[in-house]
């Protein structure tokens, strides 16, 4: 069982691996924050083909998804989610995350 002090050193090692992943298909990271006091939730602002993405984790309701913004620069207006997926374990769904970027809209 995890401590409290744990929680983020393991959420940085789950992202660390998505963001390799995510460098490998040219897909830029903005931004990052981990949020231990709301339920670990966490997110990373994405560029893609440069259109704004939000990958985030609702911890409370352990939902993934992904969201897309209305400006290409910042500050980023959240428009519509593009995409969900409710986790299945505890480790991040990266493959997951990558086809959801993929087949997300482009202008």
């Known amino acids: 069982m995890m401590d409290a002090w744990d929680y983020p050193i ?3 090692a789950q992202v660390k691996e998505l963001a390799i992943a995510l460098k490998e ?3 830029q990271i903005l931004h990052y ?3 231990h006091e709301s339920f670990g939730s966490w ?6 083909e440069g259109q704004v993405y ?4 609702d911890g409370r309701d352990s939902v993934y998804a992904i969201e897309l913004s209305s400006n290409k620069r910042s500050p980023y207006q959240w428009e519509r989610t593009i995409w969900q997926h409710r ?3 505890e480790e991040i769904p990266i493959q997951a995350i990558l086809t959801g970027l993929l087949a997300a809209p482009v202008d």
Not at 43 to 48: A, G, H, M, Q, S
């Open 54 to 57: 939000r990958v985030l984790f």
């Open 43 to 48: 997110f990373l602002t994405v560029r893609r």
């Open 10 to 12: 393991w959420n940085l």
């Open 33 to 35: 924050e981990y949020l």
């Open 25 to 27: 298909i040219s897909i």
């Open 87 to 89: 986790a299945q374990s």
